[in-house]
């Protein structure tokens, strides 16, 4: 039996970094700060002084630069795993991430690969400046060549993010920052993989089906809790956005009929309306209800105090359910 450790998940994401730069050398991190200062949430605290300076890359403060450096690393062999400090500074680099990191497969006709995973902290909660709490996934998942990945436990962590860099294709790996230190979970000291594609049920249910991912599914699962013995609720976390585990949420919606979709962008073309839309196309015939969709609001992300309004949290969501069973 594997040995384990009681990690938080941004331990869980130096844990799978560390142990895949063990395993294969052409795995190499890059980025603002993550060398010496072992990046700003620590995240490759330690990693500068096992691997070296040629494996952990500080770079200069040029996200388009750090994403158009590893994508020519990707295409001849090596597997850089670039971090951008906070999601909300990928904008500059956007280009890089569509033109160049999503289509090099398709353009070169499948000589080249680009098999890099860029990882960014995400979302909000934590009473950030301005462009530090985005949650702008829908952005990534719209671009087809690209794999997009939000984790919500250590295990799983250290799993997709393994699976990730294995990964022969580009991965947009993104780290619900909210909850790097919420929790501790029992990860083990070896590799392993949690497949990419694949959603988890997190809890089982009969009467609605919720989706969510990332730092919502713990008030997804405290809203259910909430309403136990009122309402059987079904949670699900997605896990991998892109592809989308289609057949999970079918499945368990075909069971209960009713379902929610948490997330904390964006209401409007998030994905909890591609969620949606794919219900209506798939299993029109078992529902009961009208989606429901608890999201954040369609302005930009607040500052400070006026997170934990903007933010879906359990009263806000349990409504939302309730709303739903009860239509």
Request: proline residues 7%.
């Amino acid at each position: 039996m594997s040995e384990t450790q009681n990690l938080t998940l941004v331990q869980a994401v130096r844990d799978g970094l560390a142990a895949e730069m063990r395993t294969d050398e052409d795995v190499l991190v890059m980025g603002e700060d993550v060398g010496k200062n072992g990046g700003v949430f620590r995240a490759t605290e330690g990693l500068y002084d096992e691997f070296g300076e040629d494996r952990v890359i500080d770079t200069p403060l040029a996200e388009s630069g750090i994403v158009g450096t590893a994508i020519g690393m990707a295409a001849y062999g090596l597997k850089p795993v670039p971090e951008i400090q906070f999601s909300g500074f990928m904008y500059p680099a956007f280009d890089q991430i569509v033109s160049h990191m999503g289509r090099l497969r398709t353009r070169s006709r499948g000589r080249f690969t680009c098999s890099m995973t860029l990882r960014a902290p995400y979302g909000g909660g934590i009473r950030a400046p301005e462009h530090h709490s985005e949650s702008k996934e829908a952005f990534y998942i719209h671009e087809p060549g690209l794999k997009v990945v939000i984790p919500s436990t250590p295990y799983d962590t250290k799993g997709l993010l393994i699976s990730a860099i294995r990964d022969p294709d580009p991965v947009v790996f993104l780290e619900p920052k909210l909850i790097y230190r919420a929790f501790r979970e029992e990860v083990p000291d070896e590799s392993y993989e949690v497949p990419l594609g694949e959603a988890a049920v997190r809890r089982e249910g009969e009467d609605i089906s919720v989706f969510t991912w990332g730092a919502m599914t713990r008030p997804t699962m405290e809203a259910a809790e909430n309403v136990e013995g009122e309402i059987s609720v079904e949670v699900v976390d997605l896990r991998t956005l892109s592809p989308l585990d289609e057949e999970a949420i079918i499945d368990s919606f075909k069971k209960t009929g009713r379902a929610a979709v948490v997330h904390e962008a964006p209401k409007t073309a998030g994905l909890g309306a591609e969620i949606a839309a794919t219900i209506q196309e798939e299993a029109l015939v078992y529902q009961e209800a009208p989606v429901k969709r608890i999201a954040g609001f369609d302005t930009p992300f607040p500052l400070y105090a006026l997170e934990d309004y903007y933010l879906p949290e359990p009263t806000r969501i349990e409504e939302g359910i309730r709303e739903a069973a009860e239509f």
